[in-house]
């Protein structure tokens, strides 16, 4: 049996408790007290015994972060974050790197079977490579060696600054550039650990790469960070998957992913966004603000994001693509659901710089309870983009009064050659539908279950197998209660 | 103490040098709040969301304050008033930045329960139907033209019907505008079961800056047909503001076209405050050389049952830049609420731009909404099926740009005499493009 069913079972099994992720484990770990200044920096850099290079570079991002201010355009209501009462490293308490899965702490092999992580030896029978992320620090990578043989590269962020540094050193900011925004300044300053992957040229990445991250103590923030490259030709599919505990006050989390899609080559990169949301009254939750970008450098490089946000108490994320080489493809597809208090203001970014590059844009936004939703997406056609291409459609469902859907779409276009379409619609779910699934025998939450799914289909294929099975279930469960 | 910003000296000035003791108390208390708000706000900048694809350089860079008296300007050309009117039985009203021109206004004989005449006229004979007009709109906002107009106004008109009049001519109003500043204010106010058709003409001459504010009032089931048509010289400033609340299944049906003016912007704010009230809204943007062009129309829908459409479509050649930033709100509430907007955008030539930003808020569920967006140059296939059938190029890209912008002009209720007198200017604009 595949973990992901087991993922599955869980879901299920979880009943009325509805955030199944919601345990806390207890294990040793390393913390630096809550605060943010010069030290925090150096410290976390020593800790990693990095290179002079990147503590310089992680300095520079820092000055620059205290010289900047949070963005207050997003249409969220954010209560102020006090950015010193955050931890920003926590890592499990471990004398000298795991050499292999035996010597992982067993409870964080627990943590990893409750969430269905194919870690160990079930990691075979799914064919997922995964790099696991807990709090802070990568604790485990599994089927390094096989992908290894290929030369494949997929490790922790903190390895690949030991054992590949002129990689991270050409790759690292080249594409969300530490002074982009206030959150990816912040990362830059303060990253701990994330994945790292590279795919030589004209290699076809025989599995999927994965990564599952947690946050697990409290009052920590995560400051991940994900380089993703794809040389000439080369083929990857990445996966993302992420949890928190329950707890009463909110957590930080700031991430900084980037892609790089070198000629000919194609990234897929998918999420699964699950972190606690906070309750049904909005006390708790993550804090999500995640600057997430992909470059195609080189002609014919293709980049699709695949996302499914239903956690957070408040999500900020807007994956984009830079469309610079010839004839190369962006797509985004996201499915994004607030129920209660959550409140997510997401979409994407497609700059078409290159000839003949094409974008596709499908969102699909679900409120219910007291969700506010927003799409928030730009088109950017630049003069040089002739014959450019973009459609975007973009689909609001309203579940409830109180809830609130939003579309903010920017189209800048400056080629008379480009073509670019969008299209947003809102409605509720019909009362029809509903009245047809519930008189053939579904009970309301099925039958609202089944309606959505069908709603988000378009996106949900997009999603890798597995991912699909769960990403479908996790709708069903983050819907619960706002019928009826 | 409130912080005065520097660049609203120049306008402070005008104010204090304006201001006439024999006013009505309640105007001048309205004049002296928004002559202070404007000062508070200044201009806005590309900060602003609201203002960030505007180009207000040159207005900041040389303040305009407006000519005074704005009567000693010389009257315009007769011949070309005679030229830009629109045929048939009219009540015509000339505006000379923004002062009245009897000799080259004509009336008809009004029904009774109408009013008709310039904003000065109003405020000797009528001052309650003026009072009515500030009352049922919103006050300046945060919007600080429109503050610096309240402050400022001279001119403008004023139409209003009592309940249940109708009036079958159209009353027309030719806005003309000089090198000068002016300030218009303009009012529709419509009363329970009135109807109108309403057309504004807006041409002239020089670098001037127009700076116009309309209310528009329709009580429950009133009618009006509103055409804008804006030919300012190709130096101009024209900034508008419209501001429509409309009652009970109300409807109000609006044409806007812009052909000129340097900078032109177009705020359409309409408040959908009764049930089954209705707007449409059929609005062009025709842009060449350096023009800029702003389309920015925020429907607000409070109660339940509304419906409204808007398409908007923009034709840029030269080096022009077009915006649309529409807006559709849907307050809570607001249930079977039925909204539309289009944005459509031809490209004609590398160095133009567009931006469009179509935007929905919806706190509603039992809604339906939509927006959609595009961007372009004409079809190839087109081009290349008229030209196969022996039309040379330039004019089936002319047959195709006219037949792009045509619609707009068609799906106008305000009559045929109305729309061909449209197509004559869209004619006109299509024959000059290179």
């Not at chain 1, 310089?56 to 620059?64: D, I, P």
């Not at chain 1, 067993?106 to 030896?121: D, N, V």
């Not at chain 2, 806005?175 to 003409?201: K, W, Y």
Request: with cysteine; hydrophobic share 40%.
């Amino acid at each position: 049996m595949s973990a992901t069913l087991d993922t599955v079972e869980t879901i299920l099994a979880a009943g009325e408790d509805n955030y199944k992720y919601g345990f806390v484990t207890d294990i040793d770990v390393d913390e630096l007290p809550p605060g943010l200044n010069e030290d925090t920096v150096r410290f976390i850099s020593a800790t990693k015994a990095e290179p002079a290079w990147l503590l310089e570079w992680r300095l520079k991002a820092f000055r620059r972060w205290q010289g900047m201010t949070a963005p207050d355009w997003a249409k969220l209501k954010i209560a102020p974050i006090d950015y010193q009462a955050s931890t920003y490293y926590s890592a499990p308490k471990a004398a000298s790197g795991p050499k292999s899965l035996d010597e992982i702490d067993p409870e964080l092999l627990k943590t990893y079977e409750k969430l269905g992580i194919p870690l160990g030896e079930r990691a075979a029978l799914a064919g997922i490579a995964v790099d696991a992320v807990f709090d802070s620090v990568s604790v485990a990578t599994t089927f390094k060696d096989t992908l290894a043989a290929q030369g494949i590269i997929f490790c922790s962020f903190g390895d690949a600054v030991r054992e590949h540094p002129e990689l991270v050193q050409k790759y690292l900011g080249s594409v969300v550039p530490p002074g982009d925004n206030f959150f990816s300044a912040l990362n830059s300053a303060v990253f701990s650990d994330g994945s790292f992957a590279y795919i030589p040229p004209g290699i076809r990445c025989p599995m999927e790469l994965s990564t599952y991250f947690r946050i697990n103590a409290a009052k920590s923030g995560q400051f991940e960070r994900t380089l993703l490259i794809a040389d000439k030709g080369a083929y990857v599919s990445y996966l993302e998957g992420c949890t928190a505990p329950q707890r009463d006050e909110n957590q930080l989390h700031a991430a900084v992913v980037e892609l790089v899609a070198q000629e000919d080559a194609e990234i897929k990169y998918s999420t699964v966004q699950n972190w606690y949301p906070g309750d049904a009254e909005g006390k708790g939750g993550i804090y999500n603000f995640v600057t997430k970008r992909g470059a195609c450098r080189g002609a014919n490089a293709k980049i699709a994001w695949t996302q499914v946000e239903t956690g957070s108490a408040i999500t900020w994320k807007y994956p984009s693509c830079i469309l610079e080489g010839e004839n190369s493809v962006g797509e985004f597809y996201s499915v994004a659901i607030t129920n209660h208090m959550q409140q997510a203001d997401t979409g994407t970014k497609m700059i078409h710089i290159g000839r003949n590059t094409r974008s596709t844009i499908i969102s699909k936004g679900i409120s219910a309870g007291r969700g506010q939703n927003t799409y928030r997406g730009a088109v950017k056609i630049l003069p040089g983009a002739e014959n450019a291409r973009n459609y975007t459609q973009c689909d609001s469902l309203l579940i409830g009064k109180t809830c609130g859907a939003h579309a903010i779409p920017y189209i800048d276009s400056r080629n008379p050659s480009a073509r670019v379409e969008h299209e947003a619609t809102a409605s509720k779910v019909s009362d029809e539908q509903m009245f047809y699934c519930q008189q053939r025998g579904l009970t309301q939450e099925d039958a609202l279950s089944l309606i959505v799914n069908g709603f988000c289909k378009e996106v949900l294929k997009e999603l890798p197998m597995e991912f699909a099975v769960e990403a479908q279930k996790l709708l069903a469960v983050s819907l619960e209660g706002s019928v009826g | 103490m409130t912080i005065v910003k520097s660049e609203t000296t120049p306008y402070l000035a005008a104010y204090q040098a304006a201001i006439d003791t024999t006013e009505p108390t309640w105007l001048r208390v309205r004049r002296a709040a928004a002559i202070e708000q404007f000062s508070v706000l200044g201009f806005p900048t590309r900060r602003d969301e609201a203002w960030r694809f505007t180009n207000l350089r040159r207005l900041t860079k040389a303040p305009m304050p407006p000519a005074h008296p704005a009567t000693s300007l010389p009257d315009p050309d007769a011949g070309v008033i005679e030229s830009l009117r629109l045929a048939g039985r009219v009540c015509r009203l000339v505006l000379n930045n923004s002062a009245v021109v009897a000799a080259q206004s004509s009336g008809v004989d009004l029904p009774a329960g109408a009013w008709f005449g310039s904003i000065a006229e109003a405020l000797e004979t009528r001052p309650d139907l003026l009072k009515a007009a500030f009352a049922t709109t919103d006050p300046a906002g945060n919007q600080p033209f429109a503050a610096l107009n309240e402050a400022l106004f001279t001119g403008g008109f004023l139409l209003a019907l009592a309940p249940g009049v109708s009036f079958d001519a159209p009353f027309e109003i030719i806005h003309v505008n000089t090198d000068a500043a002016s300030h218009p204010r303009c009012a529709i106010l419509l009363g329970e079961g009135a109807s109108a058709t309403v057309m504004e003409h807006f041409t002239g001459s020089g670098a001037g800056w127009n700076n116009i504010v309309t209310c528009v009032d329709l009580g429950v089931g009133a009618k009006l047909h509103h055409v804008k048509l804006q030919t300012e010289s190709p130096a101009a400033i024209h900034l508008a503001q419209t501001r429509a609340t409309l009652a009970q299944a109300a409807s109000y049906d609006s044409t806007v076209l812009s052909f000129g003016a340097l900078l032109s912007r177009e705020d359409i704010q309409v408040v959908l405050a009764g049930e089954m009230a209705d707007f449409t809204l059929n609005g062009g943007y025709f842009l060449g050389g350096q023009q800029e062009a702003t389309f920015a129309p925020f429907v607000e829908h409070r109660v339940p049952g509304c419906s409204s459409r808007q398409l908007v479509k923009g034709v840029i050649g030269g080096q022009a830049h077009g915006v649309f930033l529409g807006t559709i709100a849907v307050r809570p509430g607001a249930d079977q609420t039925d909204a539309r907007q289009t944005n459509r955008n031809l490209l004609l030539n590398a160095g133009t731009s567009v931006d469009t930003k179509p935007e929905l808020e919806i706190l509603a569920d039992d809604v339906k909404c939509s927006h959609g967006a595009t961007v372009g140059d004409l079809d190839d296939s087109a081009l290349f099926y008229l030209q196969a059938r022996g039309i040379d190029a330039a004019t089936a890209r002319r047959m195709l740009i006219g037949g792009f912008a045509a619609d707009i002009i068609d799906a106008s209720g305000a009559g045929e005499t109305i729309r061909q007198h449209l197509h004559r200017h869209l004619s006109v604009w299509l024959e000059h493009l290179p």
